[in-house]
């Protein structure tokens, strides 16, 4: 008789529980895998993380549910299991990846990356700024990704809570625990969906990291978790299972456009697909996914994929910065996949497999936490006096504010930020602000925050600033006037999202519409003296700056109430980033300027539109910006720009003369 092949062997009709699961193995090893291939190549988000989640979500409850059935869950034994599990790596690499970010990143880095650091060692970098995540190159934090570990360690922090809370209740008054634990994950994935679908539809990069917007991935895999057991799967529907969920995961990312829409409604294809290969299980067929996921290479793979998440990031980041690349290439991305996983196998044999074997943590009751404090500590050493000094240095390289001369005649002298400042050191944190302003939030839309400065008395006059970042920017020049004249100055803002009846930055985006409308009605209901706005945006090289039909249709709005509008043209961006550049050639390297004729126009877009309404004055400060034939990163010895895009505030404050007599000219104050 020919012997049988063990996946031809027949499948138990019924449902089998089975504490060892290999199929789990493959499906971590795919959902990584994806993420590693999408962000190196492909430069989009999977659905990876969202699948990674619901099986966190899978296999962390049907732990507690098991350890639950007598009423009490021990906590410390869990929540040492997943220390022991995830600091070792976690850690390794933030050590290694803090001592490259001081070898490697470029001055003007060092705060955020410090930041950023101190926030992924604490899981709570998914609470800081967004807007950088969706980054795709060599400007990018370099411990971005360790968001998803943060909402991770936030998720097995309070689910072993959750959970022992259930058990003690239900023990009290005599409920199954299972079904107890069940009735309240139903809860919160419903709570949690419909949350995350709204905050998605609002404000959709705030939600990506919103831990309350996820916790239903992770329900959604304890649910699954639970009943799963219960049912009757034929093998026919487990094979097909299987292979759909395979495809669904492997397809999200190609067909969804994952940074734009998860983790709304959306994220259910992926914790859908990875439900559909957890629900097929063993087919014991050739013909199930199983056979692939269940194999040895790919519990293997399974094995490096915690590791590999760990230092894919910091290695495609690092390696676009070194070459001086926004994209890897295919031969690139094998290089960056090839070390990463390099790394990976280094990491998983040398660190997490001894400590995972050793008695370290285990042998007394707080081990444990120690454990972990001594895994820390190394990391909190480097990454704290790494801060102290710069923050020393930036103390010493920033000297007293210059007054910026016109473009057209600069002003020759020390390096930038020597005398004018800001150094290259503070500059990313050198946003406007007005300190001490009063803010309320609009009753129309959520998003919209109004926030006032503080006059001695009833104000001269009133000047509202709408619109996205650029315009920020001019509160640095507006403030100075303010407080000579006791102006109040009202700021509504929100990044990406000028000031138009559209969403000209990220077109058809529906909170950015609906946050336009609402400050278009806020500004009509105040009436100010003098709306301060944007009269174009994309001012980049191949002379791609445009006054969108969205901006003038506000402005006539604004016309039939009666509001003046000053539109300021917006600032050109160079393509790259000026502070690194000084950095790397110093202020007065041609290498750090752009030729004015491939920004600028000699007509500004704005003088060829029709129609344009009597409210609006237009003030041009493109000369403070670029001389005759080039536009440069330094100023009458004034760093202009904090990115490759957004002016600093040290430089505009420094304009603060130029727009007074504008705006007193053309408002006739």
């Known amino acids: 008789m020919t012997a049988q092949h063990p996946a031809d062997r027949p499948a138990p009709a019924g449902p089998v529980r089975r504490e060892h699961r290999p199929e789990l193995q493959g499906l971590r090893a795919l959902a990584v895998g994806l993420v590693v291939v999408y962000h190196v190549w492909l430069g989009r988000i999977s659905g990876g993380v969202d699948a990674l989640f619901l099986l966190s979500g899978f296999l962390v409850t049907g732990r507690l549910a098991g350890a639950a059935q007598g009423g009490r869950i021990e906590l410390g034994p869990l929540w040492g299991r997943s220390i022991r599990r995830l600091f070792p790596a976690a850690l ?22 410090g930041q950023d650091v101190f926030a992924a060692l604490f899981s709570v970098e998914n609470w800081r700024p967004a807007a950088g995540y969706f980054a795709q190159d060599d400007t990018a934090s370099v411990v971005q990704h360790y968001w998803s570990l943060s909402v991770l360690g936030q998720f097995l ?5 959750l959970a022992a809370g259930v058990a003690f209740v239900a023990a009290r008054i005599r409920r199954p625990v299972r079904a107890s634990l069940a009735v309240v994950l139903a809860v919160v994935f419903a709570g949690s969906l419909a949350y995350s679908v709204h905050l998605t539809s609002a404000d959709q990069p705030a939600a990506y990291f919103d831990s309350l917007a996820r916790g239903w991935e992770f329900a959604l895999g304890g649910l699954l978790a639970l009943a799963i057991d219960a049912v009757s ?31 709304g409604g959306a994220a259910l294809w992926p914790t859908l697909s990875a439900a559909l290969v957890i629900f097929a299980g063993a087919t014991g067929s050739r013909l199930g996914a ?5 194999s040895r290479p790919a519990a293997y793979l399974g094995d490096l994929s915690y590791p590999l998440y760990l230092w894919h990031w ?52 707080w081990g444990t936490p120690r454990f972990a404090l001594v895994l820390m500590l190394p990391v909190l050493l480097v990454a704290g006096t790494w801060q102290v000094v710069d923050l020393r ?21 020390p390096t930038a930020g020597s005398a004018g400042g800001p150094s290259v050191i503070a500059v990313p944190d050198d946003w406007a602000r007005i300190a001490d302003a009063d803010c309320v939030r609009s009753a129309l839309d959520a998003e919209l925050e109004m926030c006032s400065s503080r006059t001695t008395g009833p104000p001269a006059k009133r000047i509202v600033v709408v619109g996205d970042s650029h315009i920020q920017q001019y509160l640095a020049a507006l403030g100075p006037i303010a407080a000579k004249h006791d102006y109040q100055i009202t700021f509504m803002l929100k990044g990406a999202c000028p000031f138009s009846t559209t969403a000209d930055a990220m077109p058809g985006d529906p909170a950015c519409i609906a946050w336009n409308a609402a400050a278009e009605r806020e500004i009509t209901d105040r009436h100010p003296d003098a709306v301060l706005t944007l009269a174009s945006r994309d001012v980049r090289p191949g002379l791609t700056e445009q006054t969108p039909p969205g901006f003038v249709d506000q402005w006539k709005k604004l016309d ?46 704005y003088d060829k539109i029709a129609g344009i309404p009597a409210n609006v004055t237009f003030f041009d400060l493109s000369d403070y910006f670029c001389g005759r034939l080039e536009c440069r990163a330094v100023v009458g010895n004034v760093l202009v720009y904090m990115d490759d895009n957004h002016v600093t505030g040290t430089f505009m404050a420094t304009l603060a003369p130029v727009l007074e007599r504008a705006m007193t000219a053309a408002l006739g104050w």
């Open 314 to 365: 910091p290695v495609l980041v690092f390696y676009l910065l070194v070459r001086h690349r926004e994209q890897v290439g295919p031969l690139g991305g094998l290089v960056v996949a090839g070390a990463s996983v390099v790394l990976a196998v280094l990491t998983r044999h040398l660190v997490e497999n001894p400590i995972r074997r050793s008695a370290l943590g285990t042998t007394t009751r």
């Open 290 to 294: 199983d056979r692939v996921l269940g």
């Open 157 to 161: 922090l309070v689910w072993p809570l």
């Open 560 to 605: 039939q109430a009666g509001i003046p509008v000053f539109a300021v043209r917006d600032n050109p961006r160079l393509g790259f980033s000026p502070p690194e550049c000084i950095r790397a050639h110093g202020s007065e390297s041609s290498r750090c300027g752009v030729p004015r004729d491939q920004l600028l126009a000699g007509t500004p877009p």
């Open 92 to 113: 390794t690499v933030l050590l290694a990846v803090t001592g490259l970010s001081i070898l490697l990143l470029p001055v003007d880095r060092w705060p955020r990356t």
């Open 393 to 413: 240095k930036a103390d010493l390289a920033t000297g007293p504010t210059a007054t910026a001369a016109p473009a057209t005649a600069p002003t020759t002298g």
């Open 233 to 263: 799967r034929p093998r026919g529907l487990r094979i097909v299972a299987g292979w759909a969920g395979v495809a669904g995961l492997v397809s999200c990312g190609l067909v969804l456009d994952a940074g734009r829409v998860f983790p």
